[in-house]
């Protein structure tokens, strides 16, 4: 069984860094593409970032490259997602997602298979 756990959000001032992690099991993070997603109030969910391990690539939405890293830690594995630099229209909850190397999209929620229970992110101004 697969599961994954996000932890470290919480409430940030505007230009303050937060780092969050997925903890998962049942699944190498490794072997899988690993992504965030966010969902804002009232919004649908979004993509944010993704890693291909096996490829080594990573994506980011525009409005986070340069300030968001996806990385991992097969020893623990954790997926993280160190955000620097925020803004309050970064604030939402945060969602952990693990998929097959094999989809097409990364950046489209359908096409994952596992999710986790998410965390919020709130960015005061």
């Known amino acids: 069984q697969v599961r994954l756990v996000e932890s470290g959000g919480g409430l940030v001032q505007a230009g303050d860094s937060l780092r969050l992690a997925c903890a998962a099991s049942g699944v190498a993070v490794d072997s899988a593409v690993m992504s965030w997603f966010r969902q804002s109030a009232g919004k649908e969910r979004d993509f944010v970032s993704a890693?291909?391990?096996?490829?080594?690539?990573?994506y980011y939405v525009d409005s986070v490259k340069d300030r968001f890293t996806i990385s991992k830690d097969n020893a623990k594995n954790t997926v993280y997602l160190q955000m620097n630099s925020r803004r309050p229209e970064d604030t939402a909850v945060y969602y952990c997602a693990a998929a097959t190397p094999y989809l097409a999209n990364v950046n489209r929620s359908s096409e994952y298979d596992y999710w986790g229970q998410g965390t919020q992110v709130t960015v005061l101004s």
């Open positions: 890693a291909r391990w096996d490829s080594g690539r990573t």
